[in-house]
């Protein structure tokens, strides 16, 4: 079946320091893979997707390399501020049905 | 566009009362979804639509919760009646379709509480 799953949380880390958040996957075919963020007290939003392998996505600084040979999709940013602080999402859709497979997310605390 | 838009924000009730809540999904979206985010349980799929007709419901808990989607633009989550593990915060988002883009687009959410 389709699964995902993440780094156990919390994640903390001083402000300007290296961030890497592991995401690994199972799925059948070639699902798409995405990054959602949840700042507090708000819903999910899109932070990156990627559909096919090797693709990079980016966003605000962040990045994520779709690796098929490694089945992961690991985030990260070079340097993390404050307001990157917030539950973060990694998330596969198979692409034979409508709905998103998402991990159990992982918290982020970065401390000035 | 004004995005996926939730009402109410906060709800808190007593146990046993009913319990509605509402989804406006993004104009020209096919796919509306609910989700209901514990701490305990994470994020939980409940039930999602396509062009307003129900595909899977087997995330709803129990026959206490169940949902509608009447036209393209309104959607409702109802629990009656309400317990206190009920307590959560309830999003819905929404989404344009296969083969077009995969992204969901969430709402606010609605924190409920069950007393």
């Known amino acids: 079946g389709n699964s995902v799953t993440q780094m156990e949380g919390p994640v903390t880390l001083s402000e300007e320091a290296f961030l890497t958040i592991n995401c690994t996957y199972t799925a059948t075919g070639y699902p798409s893979l995405f990054w959602y963020v949840q700042y507090p007290g708000e819903g999910l939003q899109l932070l990156l997707k990627?559909?096919?392998?090797?693709d990079k996505g980016s966003n605000k600084g962040f990045e994520a390399t779709y690796r098929k040979e490694t089945t992961s999709f690991h985030l990260e940013k070079g340097s993390v501020q404050v307001s990157d602080s917030a539950v973060y999402f990694c998330?596969?859709?198979?692409?034979?049905?409508?709905?998103?497979?998402f991990g159990q997310g992982t918290t982020l605390q970065v401390k000035p | 566009d004004a995005g996926v838009i939730q009402s109410p924000r906060h709800e808190v009730t007593e146990m046993g009362q009913e319990v509605t809540l509402r989804c406006k999904p993004i104009?020209?979206?096919?796919?509306l979804f609910w989700y209901r985010q514990t701490m305990m349980r994470g994020l939980e799929l409940l039930i999602y639509?396509?062009?307003?007709?129900?595909?899977?419901d087997s995330g709803m808990p129990e026959d206490r919760f169940s949902a509608k989607m009447p036209n393209a633009s309104f959607s409702t989550l109802k629990i009656q009646p309400s317990e206190p593990r009920d307590s959560a915060v309830y999003f819905c988002?929404?989404?344009?379709?296969?083969?077009?883009?995969?992204?969901?687009?969430f709402g606010p959410g609605t924190r409920l509480t069950v007393l």
């Open positions: 104009s020209g979206h096919d796919y």
């Open positions: 988002a929404s989404s344009p379709g296969q083969g077009l883009t995969d992204t969901q687009y």
């Open positions: 639509f396509n062009n307003n007709v129900p595909i899977d």
């Open positions: 998330a596969l859709y198979p692409g034979n049905t409508g709905k998103l497979i």
């Open positions: 990627a559909t096919k392998a090797d």
